[in-house]
């Protein structure tokens, strides 16, 4: 459990350093990845390339991160609060003009082998559009 839980700690430590080859190097290459209110990805390539659209649009820091793991280390969640920035228009979004927002989130994993092997994450998008000030195209 000790382990899951620093794992989960090192992965949000680099998410908030912007290192993303380092929170890549935590996840299994077969990641499963379920994208709020969207379809699952697979794979370490498509994660890296979905950290890739959201840095373009998106800059994040998480704060208040709280972590659980199961007693056998095999599962784990977080919750958390997103502070950011809306810098760049996400395709389906509203328009970005350098709205900034606070949201609460949260993620559930899986981990296999000391590895990430799935990342749900969750935040209220509703929320979100309220706070940038659009409604969805």
Known sequence: MHDTLDLIDRYYQAFNAGQWEAMLALLTDDVAHDLNQG??????????AF??????SYSEQLREIRIIASADGTHAAAEYVVHGTYHHTDQGLPEARGQTYVLPGGAFF???DGR????????????WIAQ??????
Do not use: W
Request: negative net charge; hydrophobic residues 30%.
């Open 51 to 56: 950290l890739a659209r959201m840095n373009a």
């Open 110 to 112: 899986d981990l296999r």
């Open 116 to 127: 990430i092997a799935r990342v749900t994450n969750y935040y209220n998008l509703e929320d």
């Open 39 to 48: 379809p699952r990805e697979t794979g370490r390539d498509t994660f890296a």
């Open 132 to 137: 940038v000030g659009g409604s969805e195209e």
